[in-house]
T-cell receptor, first 111, second 117 residues
Framework: DAKTTQPPSMDCAEGRAANLPCNHSTISGNEYVYWYRQIHSQGPQYIIHGLKNNETNEMASLIITEDRKSSTLILPHATLRDTAVYYC????????????FGKGITLSVRP | AAGVIQSPRHLIKEKRETATLKCYPI?????VYWYQQGPGQDPQFLIS???????DKGSIPDRFSAQQFSDYHSELNMSSLELGDSALYFC????????????????FGPGTRLTVL
């Protein structure tokens, strides 16, 4: 799986959009970008994934650059409950495909 | 909606003892994964099973073994416990079958916190 690079931490104000960047310059053509998050000591939670088109669901939006070398996860209206470690993972999808967690980015949402 | 169930939630053992962690996947899910998360670390993949057969193996010590049963629940057996085995152990499940099944994501349980004294 391709390696990802994320800043170690960032913060944002409650109610504002949180934009979490991820670099994956060595991504290959069949690899997808996935985002998971882990709220303190809870099990990781799937957020969203995409291949090359922008994706949106009830939790977040995923913007992937045209060259697919980077992406941004957007939480449109961050709340205190969004404080967590967010992991950007690049992998070939498949039900047997394990998740390889990197360092992730710690998002702190302040009141 | 039903979630992944793990038991026990907390477990305290002495060095050199054995431990068994259990995982009950979401109904109809056929694949189970185990992850280990040490203090201050990121989750690390240990092993996975699909339809009761081992499908992938990560950095799982030889002292650990696991299996998936006919009802799809899984057990992680840990022997000769060491202090370094103290960690959160997460089980995740996913569903391989059906259209788009290859893209179905992993759903994680709440974890078992193992403390080795």
């Amino acid at each position: 799986d391709a390696k990802t690079t994320q800043p170690p931490s960032m913060d944002c104000a409650e109610g504002r959009a949180a934009n979490l960047p991820c670099n994956h310059s060595t991504i290959s053509g069949n690899e997808y970008v996935y985002w998971y998050r882990q709220i303190h000591s809870q099990g990781p939670q799937y957020i969203i994934h995409g291949l090359k088109n922008n994706e949106t669901n009830e939790m977040a939006s995923l913007i992937i650059t045209e060259d697919r070398k980077s992406s941004t996860l957007i939480l449109p209206h961050a709340t205190l409950r969004d404080t967590a470690v967010y992991y950007c993972i690049v992998r070939v999808p498949g039900a047997n495909s394990k998740l390889t967690f990197g360092k992730g980015i710690t998002l702190s949402v302040r009141p | 909606a039903a979630g992944v169930i793990q038991s026990p939630r907390h477990l305290i053992k002495e060095k050199r003892e054995t431990a068994t962690l259990k995982c009950y996947p979401i109904p109809r899910h056929d694949t189970v994964y185990w992850y280990q998360q040490g203090p201050g670390q990121d989750p690390q993949f240990l092993i996975s099973f699909y339809e009761k057969m081992q499908s992938d193996k990560g950095s799982i010590p030889d002292r650990f073994s696991a299996q998936q049963f006919s009802d799809y629940h899984s057990e992680l057996n840990m022997s000769s416990l060491e202090l370094g085995d103290s960690a959160l152990y997460f089980c995740a499940s996913s569903w391989r079958g059906g259209a788009g099944g290859a893209y179905n994501e992993q759903f994680f349980g709440p974890g078992t916190r193992l403390t080795v004294l």
